[in-house]
Every structure is written in C-alpha cells, then in structure tokens.
C-alpha cells in the first residue's frame, strides 16, 4: 500500500520568508512525528500529534515553528521567517499506535529545504 | 535518556555476515533496543526491535547481551543495497520520543 508520502521533496527559499511543508501518513495511522535531520547528523525530534491528543511540540526549536493536523490525518510544518540554520532535511513519520516496546515509525522520504 | 555509543563507520564484504555492535550501558529495565537504518537520500527504515531475548525477523538478527548493555544487529548475507547508516536506538521509558545518535555508516564492498 501507500507509505508516508512528503511534499515538495525539495524547497528552496529565501531568509525571511515563510514556508510550509506537508505530511501525508499513511492511512489509518494516529501517530504522526516530524523530524529534522541536519547534513551528517541523526534525527531531531521537533512535535508529535497522537489522535485527538494534544500534539508534544517540545522539540520545536523556537516560536517560528508550528505545526497543525487536520482531521487526524495530513499534518502541515510551517516555520516562519526562515534562517540559514533552518536548511535541514524534514522527515515526516506515522505508525499505527504508540505502545511501549511495540512502537514502529514509517518515514517519509523528507523534503530537504535550502534557506539562502 | 539512555544514550547509545557505536563506530562510526564499518567494512563489510558482501555476502558475509555484517555485525554491528551497540553499548547502552545506561538502559534502564523498561526500555527497549531498537534499530533502524537509512540509506541515501531516503527516510529510514525500521529494522528490529528487542527488551530482553534475541530476535529474528526476515531482515536481521538482534543479539542482546545478559546485562543489556550492549547489542549486535546481525545482517546475516550482506548485500551491496545494505549499504547505509544505522543507528541504534534506546527509546525513553514510557514515552514515544526516540533519541537518534550519529549512527554507524556500514559500506559492503563487493
């Protein structure tokens, strides 16, 4: 079936502007975390939405950063007033239902965005 | 957090058994070992995951010593499409954050 699908796959901006980035989970997953992965570096925990739960947004780097799921489904990344630091590879991930021990992430292949 | 220590790159021919070693010494009881990779350009993969007992599934092996301060991710037939870096994660006790290291970059040479 259809896994976790990002868009755009690249983006690249200018410092100052906003952009907004998209995760579409595969089907009937509750979980949905979003990533950042910087050039040679593991990944960075940035917000997690569980169901109608509120979403985890302590991995949010600063107040420029946000995050929104409609529906339960499609989940948008915005960061505002980008900067040079925030070029990174974006990685959107879902599973089923978090349970300890049995927790299994499908990733996104990312959106890697370029802040000139 | 436990916090996991592997190589930072390793060699591995293909066809050979690739072992990847991981320490976590500080594991607590309840937290389980997990290991996922990533090749190039792409997001990464789930591989294995254990707590105590060895596991096997059609992808790889994991071997987790006694005291569980260590594990070993067993690729058992390399292939050159194994080649990418991965990482081994400890998850917190109760709660669904993963903490990823820097992983190991496995090459296999043909």
């Known amino acids: 079936g259809a896994g976790v699908s990002q868009s755009p796959s690249n983006k690249v901006t200018e410092k100052g502007k906003d952009v907004e980035l998209r995760c579409d989970p595969i089907?009937?997953?509750?979980?949905l975390y979003w990533y950042r992965q910087s050039l040679g570096q593991g990944l960075e925990f940035l917000i997690y939405?569980?169901?109608?739960?509120?979403?985890?947004k302590s991995g949010l780097p600063s107040d420029r950063f946000s995050a929104e799921r409609t529906g339960g489904s499609v989940s948008t990344l915005t960061i505002q007033r980008t900067q040079q630091e925030d070029s990174a590879v974006y990685l959107c991930?879902?599973?089923?239902?978090?349970?300890?021990?049995?927790?299994?992430?499908?990733f996104g292949p990312g959106t890697r965005l370029t802040v000139l | 957090d436990a916090k996991t220590t592997q190589p930072t790159s390793m060699d591995c021919a293909e066809g050979r058994a690739a072992n990847l070693p991981c320490n976590h010494s500080?594991?607590?009881?309840?937290?389980?070992v997990y290991w996922y990779r990533q090749i190039h350009s792409q997001g990464p993969q789930y591989i294995i995951h254990?707590?105590?007992?060895?596991e096997t599934n059609e992808m790889a092996s994991l071997i987790i010593t006694e005291d569980r301060k260590s594990s070993t991710l067993i690729l058992p037939h390399a292939t050159l499409r194994d080649t990418a870096v991965y990482y081994c994660?400890?998850?917190?006790?109760?709660?669904?954050?993963?903490?990823w290291g820097a992983g190991t970059k496995l090459i296999i040479k043909p």
């Open positions: 500080t594991i607590s009881g309840n937290e389980y």
């Open positions: 089907s009937g997953h509750t979980a």
């Open positions: 939405f569980q169901g109608n739960s509120a979403p985890d």
């Open positions: 994660i400890v998850n917190r006790d109760s709660n669904y954050q993963l903490i």
């Open positions: 254990g707590l105590k007992n060895n």
């Open positions: 991930a879902s599973s089923p239902l978090y349970r300890l021990g049995t927790d299994t992430q499908y």
